[in-house]
Every structure is written in structure tokens, then in C-alpha cells.
């Protein structure tokens, strides 16, 4: 008995891989998903232990698709969709030691301490500041257009709190696409966020700055499980890629099999060696992980997705009683920029996003830790890290008590960073692509980082897919009717 042969392998059960799934069922093409592991959601894990509900991974998604809507409907989930408290518009930004309040609108931008009156009137150049001559960090692209103080107070923990990266290091072109793209389409960032609002209008999309931050009562992981649900037998789990081959190239000395396909995916299923055939193959895994499976395929390949960085993080959840914490937590949290020299990214109040974070009386939140800023500090113990955090946070959240409960997550390799030079990478794996028709790169080092980014790209490499198949029907089609006729 020869291999299964199918239109199309995924490999990979995070988000990605789960919604490419999705669409293509919706499509009525016939695949397989092959999970490494027996859960379903990659980094998206929910964990509900003495009443707190723990997100190891991402905590929130913002509503920036509408494909959000059309995955809550499909997979009948309205019931555990729920946006966050009004009061996780507020964020804030560590200052000389004290939380202060980002400003969300332009009177709150006059008025607030946060920025020096320096700061402020420098914002107001930014109209009139020229285009880049070449590729900049987001650290250049934000001083030259908005100055040092914007960049240091507002865009430097940002990228720590999005990214857990450095502003000096990531590429604007290709960490804010969005962002560079007002430069160089409407000569600035005012100018452009009128003008882009109107056509993100017309696409039915939000900026990530206006759409509402959502979750689902039973934590982000009830998203990916219940996609995995719907998927069934399409999902073949506990099932590592080992290798991929080219059949094209074996078919030149051979006659053609019946039914063979372009791609050979070589995987362990249960400690068993198997095979499958596609004519189209996904990888919907870390870019690290694409590059052991292609190492024997194209090493230059393999090479160029390993060059991708992606710098660890700890990630500690605390529980508190209410009453051992002065602050009101009244927002989203708090972000840390690095002239602060603190030993924390930044804090997000769980339980003030979504009530059902935290049994009664309590708080939960959680720190970051490390990332590409201090990569160092994750090679704490757990007790040290639990330590540094609580230590963090006594000041500026006004916490007397101890942590009731604790968890603590480490990611060796947690985000991938846009850094400069990305595009070159990302023109590379396009030409691959073109070259190796059918092989497919697909997660969060490509398009965005954000769970939205994500499911929009996901829907969009599922479409791709879906048309290429059809196409390549066609002309199979086409070639057996004219062998008839002659």
C-alpha cells in the first residue's frame, strides 16, 4: 500500500495552520493537517487553574479583520465571544517610577506629562518632514519624523510590548508595513491616517489603534480547539514532518503513477514512519521549523529561514488579592521603555480586561520578561523571575501582599523580529515559492505578528491555494481532451 495521496498537506496546528484548514474545507479541498502536537493552538494555550484563567500565550486579539466575525459564526462560537472592559482602552507608560497615562486623544496629547512641551511641539513638524532616502529601523523612521522624546515614551515600549523587541534593530518597512506605507504613499503620518481611514472603510478593516480588543470566556485557546473540532479527520495528530521531496524530479526518468502528486511529506505518526502526496504543501510552523524540514531540500532555503530571530521570553502570571494592590488597574496595563533600566518589558492587567480572568476578590496580571532588549534575564529559575516581577511591579502598582498564585511560561523562541534587511528575506522565500510551484510559507514571520494578521493571511494563502488547484485542473483537464482527439 503506496502513500495517501491528497490535494493539499498543512503542517502545523497553530492558528495559521487551523484557519487555512478551515478555509479550505469551506472550499471543498481535500487536505490533511499534520499537528506535531495532540492539542490544538501552537502558542495560543488557555489554562484555568484556583479560578484564574492563565493565557500562556496571546492574551487578547483586536478585531481588526471581519474574518473574525465569519470564524465566530461558522464555528458557532458567539456564545464565548466577549470583548474587553471599556477601561482596557487606557494604557500606560512607566515614567520616572510613576504610571502615566498614554493620551488617546489630541486635547489628552496637550495636556498630559507624560511628554515634555519640547516633545509636543516637535509632533507638529511632522507634516513637513521629507521621505527617507533608504531603509530605516523604526527607531530612525519615528525620531526623524516625530523626535527622540515620542520615540523614547511612546514607540520604544510599544514595539517591547507588540514585538518584546528593540526599535534600533526592526525594520519600519517591514514591522509596521502600515506605518511606513503613510509615508510613502501620502508624504506623512497625518496626512495619511486621513486618508487611509477612507480606504480601510471601504476594505471593512480597522487600524489596530481603533478596533476593540476581544477574547472568549474560556481563554484565546477556545478559538483554535473549536477549529480543530470542525476539521475532524483532517487532522492527523501526534505527527512530526521529517522531510519533503520533490517528485518532478524523479518523474524524469519514469513514466508518470497514476494519480502522483508534485510533493512526497515524510513524517513520524506515532514513532511510525509515513507518507503522503500533495500537490500543494503548507508550512504553517515557525520559521525554525521550516528550515529542519527543508534542510535537505534546499539548504540555502533552510539557512535563510533559520537567520530569522526570534529571542525568548518568560512570561509570569500573578495572582493578587484586591486588597494588597493600590492601584486601580483601571486600563490595559503598562509598558516599560528601556531609559526606565528596569528588569520588566511591561505588565497587563488580565482581570481588568475580562472579568472572568480572576476568582472574586483577586487580580491577575502578567510580566514580561527578557525578550530581544535583555535576552539575558530569561535564564532567571522560576523563583528569581517570580522575584524580579513582584519586585517590578511593587512601586508603580502600589502592591503590598504576595502573590496567592503563580505560572510561570518560557518561550526559548518567542517572536520572530522584522529586523532590518527582512524584506530581502521575505523576497527570497517568494522566489522559492515561484521556483517550487505549490510550496507554500505561511505563520507570523510573514505578513504580521498579530493573531489578525494572521487569520487575514491565512484566508488569503487558503484563496491562493484554492485557485491555483483549480487552474491546475483545468489544464490537466484541457491536455487529456486534445490526447483524445489526436
Known amino acids: 500500500m503506496g502513500p495517501e495521496k491528497i490535494d493539499v498537506v498543512v503542517i502545523g496546528e497553530g492558528i495559521s495552520g487551523l484557519a487555512i484548514g478551515h478555509w479550505l474545507k469551506k472550499q471543498g479541498i481535500a487536505f490533511r493537517l499534520l499537528a506535531k502536537e495532540t492539542v490544538p493552538g501552537g502558542t495560543m494555550q488557555s489554562v484555568r487553574e484556583e479560578g484564574f484563567l492563565v493565557e500562556v500565550g496571546p492574551n487578547s ?5 471581519p474574518l473574525f466575525r465569519e470564524l465566530v459564526s461558522d464555528l458557532a462560537l458567539e456564545n464565548e465571544f466577549t470583548y474587553a472592559e471599556p477601561a482596557g482602552k487606557n494604557r500606560y507608560i512607566l515614567r520616572g517610577g510613576r ?11 496637550l495636556t498630559t506629562k507624560l511628554f515634555s512641551t519640547g516633545a509636543k511641539l516637535r509632533v507638529l513638524k511632522e507634516p513637513f518632514v521629507g521621505r527617507a ?16 522624546e515620542f520615540m523614547d515614551y511612546a514607540i520604544d515600549p510599544f514595539v517591547a510590548g507588540v514585538f518584546a523587541g528593540r526599535p534600533d534593530r ?23 491616517m486621513f486618508r487611509g481611514a477612507r480606504e480601510r472603510k471601504a476594505r471593512a478593516e480597522k487600524a489596530k489603534d481603533r478596533a476593540e480588543t476581544f477574547s472568549f470566556r474560556g481563554g484565546m485557546q477556545v478559538l483554535p480547539k473549536a477549529i480543530a473540532a470542525g476539521l475532524g479527520s483532517a487532522i492527523v495528530a501526534d505527527a512530526r514532518v521529517t522531510g519533503i521531496r520533490d517528485l518532478a524530479v524523479d518523474r524524469q526518468s519514469r513514466e508518470d503513477e497514476p494519480g502522483q ?14 507518507e503522503i502526496e500533495a500537490d500543494t504543501v503548507v508550512f504553517a510552523v515557525p520559521a525554525y521549523e521550516a528550515a529542519s524540514v527543508l534542510r535537505s531540500f534546499s539548504r540555502d532555503t533552510s539557512t535563510l529561514l533559520e537567520s530569522i530571530y526570534y529571542p525568548p521570553v518568560l512570561s509570569i502570571f500573578l495572582g493578587f488579592r484586591r486588597q494588597d494592590v493600590g492601584h486601580p488597574l483601571d486600563g490595559f496595563g503598562f509598558l516599560v521603555p528601556t531609559l526606565e533600566q528596569r528588569r520588566i518589558l511591561g505588565c497587563l492587567w488580565n482581570s481588568s480586561l475580562f472579568v472572568e480572568r480572576a476568582p472574586a476578590g483577586h487580580v491577575a496580571v502578567t ?22 516581577a513582584v519586585d517590578e511591579l511593587r512601586g508603580p502598582m502600589q502592591i503590598h501582599g504576595n502573590p496567592v498564585y503563580l505560572k510561570v511560561s518560557r518561550w526559548k523562541r518567542a517572536i520572530p523580529q522584522y529586523e532590518l534587511g527582512y524584506a530581502r528575506i521575505m523576497d527570497a522565500l517568494t522566489a522559492f515559492e515561484n521556483e517550487h510551484p505549490g510550496i507554500v510559507f505561511a505563520g507570523n514571520y510573514r505578513g504580521g505578528i498579530s493573531v489578525g494578521d494572521c487569520v487575514r493571511n ?29
Not at 137 to 147: E, P, Y
Not at 170 to 180: E, I, N, Q, T
Not at 475 to 485: I, K, P
Open 261 to 274: 502528486r508534485r510533493y512526497l511529506v515524510e513524517y513520524l505518526h506515532h514513532g511510525r514512519q509515513e
Open 170 to 192: 526592526l525594520s519600519v518597512r517591514s514591522a509596521f508595513p502600515k506605518l511606513y506605507a503613510l509615508e510613502e504613499k501620502y508624504g506623512g503620518l497625518v496626512k495619511g
Open 99 to 109: 504610571l502615566m497615562a498614554l493620551p488617546l486623544s489630541p486635547p489628552a496629547f
Open 133 to 148: 532616502t533608504e531603509e530605516e529601523s523604526v527607531a530612525q523612521f519615528v525620531s526623524r519624523r516625530l523626535g527622540r
Open 367 to 388: 510580566t514580561f520578561i527578557g525578550g530581544a532588549r535583555q535576552p539575558e534575564l530569561t535564564t532567571l529559575t522560576d523563583d528569581e523571575a517570580v522575584q524580579t
Open 61 to 65: 486579539a483586536l478585531e481588526t479583520t
Open 458 to 486: 491565512s484566508h488569503e494563502i487558503a484563496g491562493d491555494v484554492g485557485r491555483r488547484l483549480t487552474a491546475t485542473r483545468q489544464t490537466v483537464s484541457m491536455s487529456h481532451d486534445e490526447s483524445r482527439s489526436a
